[in-house]
């Protein structure tokens, strides 16, 4: 992180800014898979729920981004209030059906049908096997399409990555490059540890 720009995401109180859509992806930029929910037994019925349940944001995590046209590195970073505007604006403006897959394709038959903040130790984040910190924004999305929950089944997507416009910069949380986040990420690793 030494020496790299760090911009913070802010967003407005007259909800022109924000979350606009939650895309499924195979490498989520806040580095946190989903839990799919399926074949659970409900009573004596035994039926997929097809619930996918993961953060969407997490506060305070410094996530590294290149940009695309300077090749520059730097993080963006949400702060525990922001995160909490983005939840609700995301609900108050009704985009609970704004799904995309890998930030390039709408998707539909994908519905955020719970979305609550972790509030604590006892938090159904924690039941779920999720240790999502304090302040996290979490969702459950429940995947109608068969063609999205086979990609979920065989782990072609694995959690949520959100799209938006913060303070009056787009954000796509998308990585760049897996492969290349992954590897300048262990390089400041390595350099820390000499």
């Known amino acids: 992180m030494k ?3 760090v911009v913070k995401c802010v967003i407005d109180d007259n ?10 992806v195979e490498f989520p930029a806040i580095e ?3 839990v799919a929910l399926s074949k659970v037994k409900l009573s004596a019925v035994n039926e997929e729920r097809r ?7 997490i506060p305070d995590k410094y996530i590294l981004r290149i940009d695309k046209e300077t090749g520059e590195e730097y993080y963006i970073v ?3 209030e922001t995160v909490y505007q983005c939840a609700h ?12 897959l890998e930030h390039k394709y709408a998707l539909t038959g994908c ?4 979305s609550w903040m972790v509030e604590g130790e006892s ?7 999720i240790e999502a910190p304090i302040g996290s924004w979490m969702v459950g999305t429940f995947v109608q399409d068969d063609n999205v929950w086979s990609q979920v089944k065989d782990g072609s997507v694995k959690g949520f990555s959100i799209e938006g416009v913060f303070d009056n910069v787009s954000a796509d949380m998308s990585l760049t490059s897996h492969e290349d986040v992954f590897v300048k990420a262990l390089e400041e690793a390595l350099k820390e540890m000499i």
């Not at 604006?89 to 995309?100: A, V």
């Not at 519905?111 to 719970?114: N, S």
């Open 15 to 24: 909800m022109k800014l924000g979350v606009q859509a939650i895309s499924l």
């Open 89 to 100: 604006q995301f609900m108050l403006k009704n985009l609970q059906h704004n799904h995309t």
């Open 78 to 80: 949400f702060e525990k």
């Open 3 to 5: 020496g790299k720009k």
């Open 51 to 57: 619930m996918l349940y993961g953060p969407a944001l």
């Open 32 to 34: 946190e898979n989903f």
């Open 111 to 114: 519905t955020v049908v719970e």
């Open 123 to 129: 938090d159904k984040s924690r039941h779920l096997g």
